[in-house]
């Protein structure tokens, strides 16, 4: 870590799980596929508007976002992001075993504690190694463990480096879209995160009493939502 970096404050995270948001046209198919065949545990509905259902599912900790929306959404060749692969830890398979959902995004299961995955790991293709580690250090907050690999909070990130991924231009589309990070202060860590180099996705509102959201961009253009959940830390500012 350079010397320099040792006086950013680091992100004060509300709780220590990043969720994993995806969209799809599929609902019936994902629903069975998550739900029975990885088997997590449906939580919650959530309407959020422009005729799109959160259906929301307990993810080791995290929530599996699974955003259907009625509307056509552009294929993942035509609107790829960075986050390739979902691992996660499950106390149901000895080894390794990766799986594709009806859209085709990849999911790995993996013993809890293989390679340190307790809970889960997203694996994510960047352009330059570089910037994303000092992305992931200053902006995230997250601990490098190795050259490729990053700990926020529990959530492990796998980055590996492709000069041909695209940059990501659009929140819209088939796949895994966006990581969202619970915080204290959503005002704060936005506004920090922007003048540390983020790209600004939009800005901060309130979704009613539930939240105060925004979101920012990596270096790639990827979508990283920063969430202030009233359950999480009491009643929203006015």
């Given at each position: 870590m ?71 959404l ?59 580690q ?45 990581l969202?990070v ?57």
């Amino acid at each position: 870590m350079k010397r320099d970096e040792l006086a950013v404050p680091l992100m004060r995270l509300a709780k220590p799980y990043i969720d994993v948001g995806m969209q799809t046209n599929q609902r019936e198919r994902q629903c069975e596929f998550w739900g029975e065949t990885i088997g997590l545990t449906f939580e919650s509905l959530l309407k959020v508007g422009g005729g799109a259902h959160q259906l929301r599912h307990g993810l080791n900790g995290s929530v599996f976002k699974l955003n259907h929306l009625r509307q056509p959404l552009p294929s993942r060749r035509a609107a790829p992001t960075g986050y390739q692969g979902l691992i996660i830890g499950v106390d149901y398979v000895d080894e390794p075993t990766t799986l594709f959902d009806p859209d085709g995004n990849r999911v790995t299961l993996v013993p809890v504690g293989y390679d340190q995955i307790d809970q889960i790991a997203v694996e994510w293709v960047v352009t330059s190694l570089g910037a994303h580690q000092r992305f992931c250090r200053q902006v995230l907050g997250a601990e490098q463990v190795h050259e490729r690999c990053f700990v926020w909070g529990e959530t492990r990130l796998y980055l590996s480096e492709s000069a041909n991924q695209p940059n990501c231009d659009q929140l819209e589309g088939i796949g895994f879209r966006y990581l969202t990070v619970q915080v204290f202060d959503v005002d704060h860590e936005h506004h920090r995160a922007i003048e540390l180099g983020a790209i600004e996705g939009s800005a901060v509102r309130t979704l009613g009493e539930t939240a105060r959201i925004s979101f920012i961009r990596d270096p790639d253009g990827n979508w990283i939502e920063i969430s202030q959940r009233a359950s999480l830390t009491g009643p929203l500012p006015k």
